[in-house]
């Protein structure tokens, strides 16, 4: 069974920094893209960023250009997103999904079950 | 940026009645749109890929349809655990987005 569990998320002040992890099992890691979603409270979904299953390949959403990074460790099974110069508009449950494709970009399935961040002084 | 508008923002229906959801491109986008289902609590599920595909192990009564700009959501004969909120969302060119939500709630 594929499972993916966020980790990180905190109450941070607006401008600081903070990393999120997701820990991958139950399917081969470095074979799939993953992707970084998040949800402001009580709103709709947002596609944040994506890594290709080997890292070589990153995009980003333009609200998060320049400020967030992704990343992955494929050694550990482990999906990053380090996140800079935070902002209020930043305050979301941060889901990470997988592509549905073998070595390509497809569709989000399945998802974690997210970890909340909360810019705020 | 393509642009996702669903309608309506709320379908209230009752168990056993037909749900049509819709969903419009501001530009076309093939068949490269999905359709999630997110119940309270809980992350996202994809329910429909590639506009018309059933994703493994969801029930017949989903159905999707559409391609270019205009996109259909069925559910054939709604069930209790149907009652969720649904999103589309498309792909293209490495970057996606969603519309922004149809509830579906009990009448």
């Known amino acids: 069974e594929v499972q993916l569990v966020e980790s990180g998320g905190v109450v941070v002040q607006p401008g600081g920094s903070l990393r999120l992890s997701c820990a991958a099992s139950g399917f081969t890691f470095d074979d799939y893209a993953m992707h970084w979603v998040r949800q402001a409270p009580g709103k709709g979904l947002e596609w944040v960023s994506l890594i290709s299953w080997d890292g070589g390949s990153t995009y980003y959403a333009d609200s998060v250009k320049g400020r967030f990074t992704i990343s992955r460790d494929n050694s550990k099974n482990s999906l990053y997103l380090q996140m800079n110069s935070l902002r209020a508009e930043d305050t979301a449950l941060y889901y990470c999904?997988?592509?549905?494709?073998?070595?390509?970009?497809?569709?989000?399935?399945?998802w974690g079950q997210g970890t909340l961040v909360t810019v705020s002084s | 940026e393509i642009v996702l508008t669903q309608s309506p923002a709320t379908l209230s229906l009752s168990p056993g009645e037909r749900a049509t959801l819709s969903c419009r491109a501001s530009?076309?986008?093939?068949?490269?749109l999905a359709w999630y289902q997110q119940k309270p609590g809980q992350a996202p599920r994809l329910l429909i890929y590639d506009a018309s595909n059933r994703a493994t192990g969801i029930p017949a009564r989903f159905s999707g349809s559409g391609s270019g700009t205009d996109f259909t959501l069925t559910i054939s004969s709604l069930e209790p655990e149907d009652f969720a909120v649904y999103y589309c969302?498309?792909?293209?060119?490495?970057?996606?987005?969603f519309g922004q939500g149809t509830k579906l709630e009990i009448k």
């Open positions: 530009q076309s986008v093939s068949s490269y």
């Open positions: 969302q498309q792909r293209s060119n490495w970057s996606y987005s």
């Open positions: 999904a997988k592509d549905a494709a073998v070595a390509g970009y497809d569709w989000f399935d399945p």
